[in-house]
């Protein structure tokens, strides 16, 4: 049975009689809202292709809608992950929208019982390929839910994931076209060591991908990562069509952030997309 229409509950922006969100979308369900006059965070699940879509936004508590990042998660990470909300936080307060969901297996779509890394048997029994294209059916889904709720202008979109945020953020990228603005992605490349399953690869995709995106990308390679080699990443960086790319290379395992890359990533996303 098609699932019916869930109307947004209505909220008043502070010293406005307009409400913030006052339309209904199909098949989204606002399951929180907080907000403290500056911030405000709205989670939601959204039933997409026969998927429940668990995802959150955060957004400036301003009338205007604001430009909006994809923060995509690492592996055993979720979408409210101390590093996103550390990052949504940063990006509300430059007037930028931050929208993330849960990776496959992940957060609130995480099998009771599972171990940390069990997701990764996980996806090779489903079909990394599979994999693949659901996740870019959910984020574009959960774009355009959010776009069409009135949360964001969708005119313009950039894309900031690690390690797997990379790996499933490279599609979504090239499927969003001119209107992605700049990508950060990192800490993946286009083989990667024993140490990961060899299922979970699906090269020609990320190849066929990178080879689309033409908007400024900034790429974080670990030097020293024992999951994704540098040679690997670096033959990604080769692939990448945009005019503007831009290589970071800094000494280290593969889960070493120093605060200074995080720097970097949300200076070259602001750059491109603050209004």
């Known amino acids: 049975m098609p699932r019916a229409t869930v109307p947004i509950r209505r909220r008043h922006r ?15 369900q606002v399951t929180g809202d907080a907000h403290d006059g500056i911030i405000r965070e709205v989670s939601f699940g959204l039933h997409h292709n026969g998927r429940e879509v668990p995802g959150v936004l955060w ?11 994809l923060l995509g998660h690492g592996g055993s990470g979720h979408k409210r992950s101390e590093r996103n909300v550390r990052l949504a936080t940063w ?8 929208l993330s969901i849960d990776g496959p297996f992940h957060g609130d779509r995480a099998v009771g019982g599972d171990g940390p890394l069990d997701y990764q048997d996980r996806i090779v029994q489903v079909g990394a390929r599979i994999i693949h294209d659901r996740m ?10 959010a776009e069409q709720s009135g949360w964001i202008d969708g005119r313009g979109v950039a894309f900031l994931g690690m390690s797997m945020g990379a790996r499933y953020g490279l599609p979504v990228c090239a499927a969003l076209g001119p209107r992605l603005r700049c990508a950060v992605i990192g800490k993946f490349g286009l083989t990667q060591t024993d140490l990961l399953p060899q299922g979970l690869t699906v090269s020609d995709l990320i190849i066929e991908a990178a080879a689309a995106i033409r908007a400024p990308v900034l790429q974080h390679i670990q030097w020293h990562d ?7 990443q670096r033959k990604l960086f080769d692939v990448i ?5 831009l290589l970071r290379g800094r000494p ?12 970097a990533w949300r200076e070259h996303v602001a750059t491109h997309l603050a209004p």
């Open 136 to 145: 870019r059916q959910d984020w574009l889904g959960a774009l355009d839910a």
């Open 14 to 28: 502070p010293g406005s009689a307009t409400p913030w969100c006052d339309v209904g979308v199909d098949g989204l």
């Open 252 to 263: 280290g395992r593969h889960a070493l952030t120093r605060p200074d890359d995080e720097f």
């Open 241 to 245: 069509q945009s005019p503007g790319k």
């Open 59 to 69: 957004r400036p508590e301003t009338d205007s809608v604001a430009p909006v990042v």
């Open 226 to 232: 024992e999951l994704f080699p540098r040679d690997g």
């Open 91 to 98: 990006f509300a307060r430059a007037g930028i929208a931050s």
